[in-house]
């Protein structure tokens, strides 16, 4: 089959590859991209972070400072708007507050449209959490984390749970709950919903916001829309892993994608070879394309962009036949990986790393598998293979960051098109 050559090929099409993408395209470049999975970008719960938030919290409870957002730069913050899925917090100002489904409220830089942000709410706020028959939400137990959480404490802020009826056909209590967000994609559902919302307000007399479950929505968030219908800010708790925040996230792509004329082609890419004039790929379907650069944004371990293979899962019934790197890319290329400052060579041991003990993070520091991936310099592989993201070693895993270095990537890019 005759290689079809092109500009430049993206791989990977979460938050770093979209954000190359349309950094590229920015650039005046041609950009074709390939996604043949699922990555953590479509598994997160809708809050977006810069650093990892447990990092600023801790810091921020040590120095006994309110933690401030800090700028995330002008190209990012393009982006995010271009995507039109979230809202960052003030530059400066205190930052998002988020519930989390384990029962805290979490800082965030920023957070999907439909997640309330509790840091917007006065002081000695009454938010009412709704009963409603899903095995994701007990609201009692919720209500009861939430207002022991230092945060509500602090702002006085009073969690109330109560009966709702918010369901609207039998069977609903039992379906996933990024089916329910499905459901809330239809106006009239949306209006019907916020005509419960409004009933169970008039009966608490005082409501100055309500939270609900992540079931607002799957390809538009609609909190705006129930905010303005109810009167008071009505908006999600963070999802579960694989839930409505990840779809919404798959259709602002989808519109982006169409607005920059770029088309996503659902393909795994199987090899990269590089020479000196071009990279050719090679895809699951045997199709073979040529480009001038590529940008490798696979993701790590979570989206299966960075594979655990170590030589033991070859041995069979008897020991492995050699000793090899113990992880490798979901594609074949000339890229070296490292770990915590050190490159994997093909190690002396048949078993491969002890992920008892080194999967797991020590203190501020992540576990191998949260910092294994491939070494670059800036986001630079090799002469015409670039990386973004969660696939490059020893950075935060943040959606944020994924996104800056997609931008990196895409100047990196230019920069070697150009000769500079
Ligand atoms: C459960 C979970 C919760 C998280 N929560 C937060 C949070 O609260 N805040 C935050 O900021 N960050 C969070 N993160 C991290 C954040 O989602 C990631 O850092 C960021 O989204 C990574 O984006 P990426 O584009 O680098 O990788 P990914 O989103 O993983 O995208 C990589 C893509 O490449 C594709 N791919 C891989 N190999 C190939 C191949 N050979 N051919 C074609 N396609 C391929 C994959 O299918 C995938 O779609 C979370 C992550 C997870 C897993």
């Known amino acids: 089959m005759a290689a079809e050559s092109i500009d430049v090929a993206v791989v990977g099409a979460g938050a770093a590859g979209v954000a190359t993408c349309w950094a590229l395209v920015e650039r005046g470049l041609s950009v074709r991209v390939f996604d043949g ?14 650093r990892p938030w447990e990092e600023l919290a801790r810091a921020a409870t040590t120095l006994r400072v309110e933690p401030l957002a800090r700028p995330v730069g002008a190209e990012a913050a393009r982006f995010v708007a271009a995507l039109g ?4 917090g003030d530059e400066g100002a205190s930052m998002p507050r988020v519930a989390t489904p384990m029962g805290r409220f979490r800082i965030a830089r920023g957070h999907d449209r ?28 919720l209500a009861r984390a939430w207002s022991a959480d230092d945060y509500a404490r602090a702002r006085g802020f009073e969690l109330v749970s109560m009966d709702a009826e918010l369901t609207m056909h039998l069977g609903e209590a039992r379906i996933a709950s990024a089916d329910l967000a499905a459901l809330h994609d239809d106006d009239a ?11 169970l307000v008039a009966r608490e007399g005082r409501a100055d916001a309500l939270l609900l479950g992540p079931w607002l929505g799957a390809t538009h968030a ?78 790590g371990v979570a989206s299966g962009g960075i594979v655990f293979d170590p030589p033991e899962r070859h041995a069979g019934r008897d020991a492995p036949s050699g000793v090899r790197a113990p992880f490798r890319t979901s594609l074949a290329a000339p890229v070296t990986l490292a770990a915590a400052g050190r490159v994997f ?32 310099r800036g986001a630079r592989v090799g002469a015409r293979l670039f990386a973004a993201g969660d696939v490059i070693a020893d950075r935060p895993r943040t959606f944020l960051e994924a996104a800056s270095s997609g931008i990196v990537a895409a100047d990196a890019v230019l920069g070697a098109l150009r000769g500079r």
Do not use: Y
């Open 37 to 50: 999975g699922l990555g953590a970008t479509s598994l997160a719960g809708g809050a977006i972070d810069d």
């Open 85 to 88: 899925l979230h809202r960052l």
């Open 114 to 141: 439909a997640l309330l942000d509790l840091s917007r709410l006065a002081d000695g706020a009454r938010v009412l959490v709704p009963r409603v028959p899903r095995a994701e939400w007990d609201a009692d137990a």
């Open 189 to 199: 559902r949306v209006r019907w919903l916020g005509a419960r919302l409004l009933e």
């Open 222 to 299: 609609r909190a705006e829309a129930l905010t303005q219908q109810v009167g008071v800010p009505v908006g999600e708790a963070m999802g579960e892993v694989g839930g409505a925040a990840g779809l919404r996230f798959e259709a602002a792509r989808s519109r982006l994608f169409e607005r920059i004329a770029v088309s996503l082609e659902r393909e795994q890419v199987h090899a990269a070879h590089l020479d000196d004039a071009k990279v050719e790929l090679t895809c699951e379907s045997g199709a073979t394309l040529r480009a001038r650069a590529v940008v490798l944004a696979i993701g």
């Open 345 to 376: 060579d093909v190690g002396s041991s048949l078993f491969g790393p002890a992920l008892e003990r080194e999967a797991w993070p020590t203190d501020a520091d992540p576990g191998l598998l949260e910092c294994v991936g491939v070494a670059c």
